[in-house]
């Protein structure tokens, strides 16, 4: 997909192009700096741009990190809308139109180049973030695609006005005249003739307002070269009354005269310098001029591909990549050129370190890291000109390998080149690009990471679904224990839905993740045991939320809530337990019978049936614990009986007996209610000890999938809760002296047809026969045999 060699006619001949501004200027002098839309230019500065305090660029890029991502940054909060933005194109074009959503991504970076503004370092490190993100764009744009578009560029003209002549040194031929008038001599010498190569034959300067000038333009005309534009530095020239320096700038042109082959009577135009090769060794002496200005001979370098003076005047990473590149382009040009037998015999005058030299774009990046000069080594591993170095070369693998580093590092990446690497990772799978897979996806998790952290709930589900499967399952999971706010919640599955996730599985999984979170075992536990409801318990029943938002899932939540529940009464936390319980919809059973009715199913699927009896155990359980609670706390509150007071008078006796006849009937009223309790609490209990078909917490269907977790949990409870209660129905009967229905509890739990007795402890049967004997002699106090029969004569 990537071009391995670069395209030369966009290089050396951008007629036609407009590119647009990009760069904030350095100073007053030098407004223009221009950023062109080629292959090798669309990433680079100009040499005179960029920030005038340097010293954001000498710190190690590498090593931003927390600093850009502070929230009182006002940069970053200004480029915060990137990140829903990005979504927002991402999801609007199809993989047909890749293109157009990257020319979309780099709109929008270019944007926000210009609405984050201001001098702090925060503020401009994020600002040549997005810089640096924008020509990262600009760049894969250009070599996955290989179209240049043209860029927009205002009015050149606006920012030269303030040297732009019809003549050219205008003020030192204003001396001259001065001079020819008066015959007076200068105390400073100048040129007497005005020809271009005057300063330098004669070795005399021009004047003062002259020689600025021409820096002012030298500079100038290089930053258009720089940009791709040299057809705009010709005109510059003519505007200034230089077009004998435009017509220098015209030898690269390939001679090509149309007449010789078009067999037309009309003559025809002829194009390109017939002198190509003569222009060509003259363009590389004076580049090798010392005399001359340093701008001018990296003008001459860059069209006759001689690298020193060249990389005399480039400052920074990009703009070394660009000598090197232009100068690599140049070689093979003529190389193909001389191969091709259209090159001509000047070309040989040219150095041998010219004409040997084998440049490859390996061998560029090679050269950059060996370099002397301390901006550019650190510049070279800043985070998005190694991307780019990748980029060109065409190696994805490596350029994953960088990120994989990254990602791994201690210190964290800026948000916004996560998500540019997120998107570029993106861009490359919708090519159809072999990636490596387990790179991706770890880029993809650290923004998703990112997103949550920075509460972007909107965005979180469309790149979790980028994800696979499986992990795009436990990622949005996770995701959705971090969502409190009940009201986000029917948005995040919304959003889940939306993006194609498995919003079933989703909801399932966060579920069985919290409710999982404590280890305690099923097993029996000390009466010391803390029953109130934790935070953690809380946390375990406000999940089953998820489950409740959709119909649909009305077994699952089912399912999770006898879950959660199981693990509350063996606990002893019966609130909890009632908690959970109460969030279950009424309509449950008859919702999960009408769904698989609906899909012409007689009956409902095992594992159904068996939760929505298992449910029904648990309301039989929680009813018969509410009951004794009730019970136990109405026998604790017997009525007083009043204390008489002395009856020295018979206003104190009728008071006596008042109050006398107000207990009884309190009492009488507390009996009565007593005694309804305890029927309440006997029928309750009884409902779980003799629980209908089979007996409590055991499935009626067994061809349902094995749960051996469950099963165990079910059995446990069995143990745990049976005995309990029958200990807590026995102190009741015995508390409202009922010895005899108390015995015949015996009787139940002896039963070969309930079988109780198995859930027993050894232990448990031998308290359990010692309170029963409490209930015999209490019957033989009364009279009656051990058992509540009358004694036989």
Known sequence: VTPRVPDVSSIL???????????????????????????????????????????????????????????DDPGEAAAASLFPEFLGSFLKHSSSAVFELLEEYQALCQDKVGSVAGQNSKTAGVRWLLLQENCTWRLITSLYRY???????????????????????????????????????????????????????????????????????????????????????????????QAWRAATLEGWKL?????????????????????????????????????????????????????????????????????????????????????????????????????????????????????ETKRVLEETREHYHVIQKFVILGDLDGLLEEFSDWLTASKPLPSHLLRFMTHLVLFFRSLGLALKEEVCVDVLKAYVSLLIRDQQTELVASYVSQLPAELATAQYAAFLETVNQPELRPRCLQLATDAGLDVAAITKLVVETVRERDETEFTHHSQTLETATTKE???????????????????????????????????????????????????????????????GQTTAPAEDENAIREHLCIRAYLEAHEAFTDWFSH???????????????????????MREKEYESSLAAWSARLDVLTEDVKERIYNVLLFVDGGWMIDNRQDSEQDSERSHQMAALRSLCLPRLSFLLLSVLQNSSRHQEALRLADIISSDQHRLYQVFSKEELRRFLQKLRESSLALLDRGVDPLGYELQP
């Not at 192009?17 to 904030?24: A, D, L, N, V």
């Open 147 to 241: 179209l240049i578009a043209k860029d927009q560029i205002g009015d050149f003209s606006d920012n030269i006005e303030y040297y732009a002549k019809n003549v050219c040194w205008e003020n030192t031929l204003h001396a001259l005249k001065l001079r020819r008038k008066s015959g007076a001599a200068f105390t400073v010498p100048l040129v007497t003739e005005l020809d271009p190569d005057a300063p330098l034959r004669q070795q005399r300067p021009l004047a003062d307002l002259d020689r600025e000038d021409d820096v002012r333009l030298l500079k100038n005309l290089f930053t258009l070269i720089r940009a791709g534009m040299t057809e705009e530095a010709q005109r510059l020239c003519k505007r200034c009354g």
């Open 537 to 599: 318990d809380l946390r375990k029943i406000d999940v089953i939320d998820w489950l409740l938002f959709d119909p649909a899932h009305r077994a699952e939540s089912l399912k999770q809530s006898n879950a959660i529940m199981r693990k509350f009464l063996a606990l002893q936390k019966h609130d909890a337990a009632k908690a959970v319980f109460s969030k279950v919809p009424e309509d449950s059973m008859r919702e999960i019978y009408c769904q698989w009715t609906g899909v």
């Open 255 to 371: 001679y090509h005269d149309p007449n010789m082959t078009s067999g037309s009577i009309e003559l025809q135009p002829v194009e390109g310098n017939p002198q190509r090769g003569i222009w060509k060794a003259c363009c590389w002496r004076m580049a090798e001029e010392e005399q001359l200005n340093r701008y001018e001979r990296a003008i001459y370098a860059s069209l006759s591909g001689n690298l020193k003076p060249l990389l005399a005047v480039c400052e920074s990473w990009e703009d070394c990549v660009w000598a090197h590149f232009r100068v690599m382009v140049d070689s093979l040009v003529e190389k193909d050129l001389m191969s091709s037998g259209m090159a001509h015999q000047e070309v040989e005058t040219l150095p041998r370190e010219y004409l040997e030299a084998n440049w490859t774009m390996e061998k560029v990046f090679e050269e950059l890291q060996a370099s």
């Open 635 to 657: 026998s604790s509150s017997a009525p007083q009986k009043p204390a008489p007071a002395p009856e020295a008078k018979f206003t104190e006796r009728v008071a006596n007996e």
């Open 13 to 71: 001949a951008p007629g036609g192009r407009t590119p647009r501004y990009t760069h904030t200027p350095r100073n007053a002098l030098s407004s223009m700096n221009l950023d062109d839309s080629d292959w090798t230019n669309s990433m680079y500065t100009s040499p005179v741009s960029g920030m005038e305090n340097t010293s954001f660029f000498t710190d190690d890029i590498t090593n931003l990190s927390s600093a850009l991502l502070k929230e």
